[in-house]
Nanobody, 121 residues
């Protein structure tokens, strides 16, 4: 059984910063891609940032230059540093990881429970 637990959400004023963390625990052999998605009220979930197992990153156009994704493979964690936050960044943020529980077997996609980020104007 694998669990992802997020932390770091909250309320911040426009222009401020927050850092989200996500820790994976349980039966883990290897973690490939890690990422963050978000879902605002009435909108579809959208990918915000992604990082591969070798550290290659990709960002949604709306957050490029403001958000930074990073990972700590030794701790099975992924982070999202969010700077210059805007009210339109308000959403529930979800982490996700592609995890292999065993050396032989398929990778499965796991999601965290979500953490609320609210940016006031």
């Amino acid at each position: 059984q694998v669990q992802l637990v997020e932390s770091g959400g909250g309320l911040v004023r426009a222009g401020g910063s927050l850092r989200l963390s996500c820790a994976a625990s349980g039966s883990i052999f290897a973690i490939n891609g890690m990422g963050w998605s978000r879902q605002a009220p009435g909108k579809q979930r959208e990918l915000v940032a992604h990082i591969t197992s070798i550290g290659t990153t990709d960002y949604a156009d709306s957050v490029k230059g403001r958000f930074t994704i990073s990972r700590d493979n030794a701790k099975n964690m992924v982070y999202l540093q969010m700077d210059s936050l805007k009210p339109e960044d308000t959403a529930v943020y979800y982490c996700k990881m592609g995890i292999k529980a065993r050396m032989v077997g398929a990778e499965a996609l796991y999601w965290g429970q979500g953490t609320q980020v609210t940016v006031s104007s």
